[in-house]
T-cell receptor, first 119, second 109 residues
């Protein structure tokens, strides 16, 4: 149990284009999903927290108009990097947490990550 | 403020035992997590402690002392594949994870 998928695993795009990354919880319902970014040899950095059906909460310094997050269902959240630039190149990882009161209410399970390279 | 401290890097020998320590200070406490992250991959869940004591899971064990704000991850019978970063994270009163910077564990033959 507790499988989270991410698609795509690799993206190479031109500067100025938009990229959408999908995160799905495959075998559980996730009321909360998290989006992280990790640069090489650095710690995980939380970008935003999204709850199903409501607006995402962004961490300080993360532009909400640039990183659009949608959490339309209990199993799917998407992150869209709009007008991507080379400095947005990074490893983007989502995680999902189960329903409050359920057996997986605390633990975050991570997707495999998406490598974004903006040329 | 909220803070998680763990060593930056540790080295151990194949077959040996290693203990990775973590101290935490968070606004409220709803549990302590350990994750393993191999280079270039996403973290994978190892353990969750919310009560004091030792939780054993195969070769890996995790310990928590809430009064001391302290946890450790114990890895026994080390294998080369255990070379990875080990991330300590404390869950605060808002159920948000506060992450440590990770401990890079190097296993030598």
């Amino acid at each position: 149990g507790a499988v989270v998928s991410q698609h795509p695993s690799w993206v190479i795009c031109k500067s100025g284009t938009s990229v959408k990354i999908e995160c799905r919880s495959l075998d559980f319902q996730a009321t909360t999903m998290f989006w992280y970014r990790q640069f090489p040899k650095q710690s995980l950095m939380l970008m935003a927290t999204s709850n199903e059906g409501s607006k995402a909460t962004y961490e300080q310094g993360v532009e909400k108009d640039k990183f659009l997050i949608n959490h339309a269902s209990l199993t799917l959240s998407t992150l869209t990097v709009t007008s991507a630039h080379p400095e947005d190149s990074s490893f983007y990882i989502c995680s999902a947490r189960g329903l409050q009161g359920g057996p997986m209410q605390e633990t975050q399970y991570f997707g495999p990550g998406t490598r974004l390279l903006v040329l | 403020g909220q803070n998680i401290d763990q060593p930056t890097e540790m080295t151990a020998t194949e077959g040996a035992i290693v203990q990775i320590n973590c101290t935490y200070q968070t606004s409220g406490f709803n549990g302590l997590f350990w994750y393993q992250q191999h280079a270039g991959e996403a973290p994978t869940f190892l353990s969750y402690n919310v009560l004091d004591g030792l939780e054993e899971k195969g070769r890996f064990s995790s310990f928590l002392s809430r009064s001391k704000g302290y946890s450790y991850l114990l890895l026994k019978e080390l294998q080369m594949k255990d070379s990875a970063s080990y991330l300590c994270a404390s869950m605060d009163s808002n159920y948000q994870l506060i992450w440590g910077a990770g401990t890079k564990l190097i296993i030598k033959p």
